[in-house]
């Protein structure tokens, strides 16, 4: 596509739920970034996909959250038993490779009840 | 590691006034990318500038400039004759790429207000 489509923009859910966030990067774009921001933050980063693999997880916060990109190209970050904590907006980036400058996406802003 | 500190937290000038966003970075990889992001109200984060660790050229595109000293560890941005469509919170930004693609990590940004 023309750029990094996230879906949904916005979601709503109640403590404990479990929630799927999208991210369609650009076509052809191998790397592939999941970042959070906190309200008065800068973007947090969570995980980096090149190809289907996860070469760095570092940033996830804990075993809650997971995220696959089974063929390489559209990615789905989860997270398991929602906390309150966990409100802010996911932002997906992709990149043709190393220091190329990211595309970012517009966000899913997650809201925790 | 990798560290972006950008010590304004908010800055508020009158439109038409110049206005220098300050930058400072750690890194202990001698071969690094240094970026600036915008993001307007609207949410999306805007590149605009790449930088690397070999060219401490400065740069200009249009009204905004980029001071890139190694020196003092400092990417500074400028925006001249600033607009009110300026108002966004800008980030500093930072790869290293000694152990390879490591993630982009970015500063706590500054909230530029432009007041007409």
């Known amino acids: 596509g023309a750029g990094v489509s996230q879906t949904p923009s916005n979601k709503v859910t109640e403590k404990g739920k479990y929630v799927e966030l999208r991210c369609d990067p650009i076509?052809?774009?191998?790397?592939l970034y999941w970042y959070r921001q906190s309200l008065g933050q800068g973007p947090e980063f969570l995980i980096y996909f090149q190809g289907t693999g996860a070469a760095d997880d570092s940033g996830l916060p804990n075993d809650r959250f997971f995220a696959v990109r089974p063929e390489g190209s559209v990615s789905t970050l989860k997270i398991q038993r929602t906390e309150r904590g966990d409100s802010a907006v996911y932002l997906c980036?992709?990149?043709?490779?190393?220091?190329?400058?990211?595309?970012f996406g517009s966000g899913t802003r997650l809201t925790v009840v | 590691a990798q560290k972006v500190t950008q010590a304004q937290t908010e800055i508020s000038v009158v439109e038409k006034e110049d206005v220098t966003l300050d930058c400072v970075y750690e890194t202990r990889d001698t071969t690094y990318y240094l970026f600036w992001y915008k993001q307007p109200p609207s949410g999306e984060l805007v590149f605009l500038i790449r930088r690397n660790s070999f060219d401490e050229q400065n740069e200009i595109s249009g009204r905004y400039s980029w001071n890139f000293q190694k020196s003092t560890s400092s990417f500074n941005f400028t925006i001249t004759a600033s607009q009110v469509v300026d108002s966004a919170v800008y980030f500093c930004a930072l790869i290293g790429k000694n152990s390879g693609n490591t993630p982009l990590v970015f500063g706590k940004g500054t909230r530029l207000s432009v007041i007409a």
């Open positions: 076509s052809g774009h191998t790397a």
């Open positions: 980036a992709s990149s043709l490779a190393g220091a190329s400058g990211y595309t």
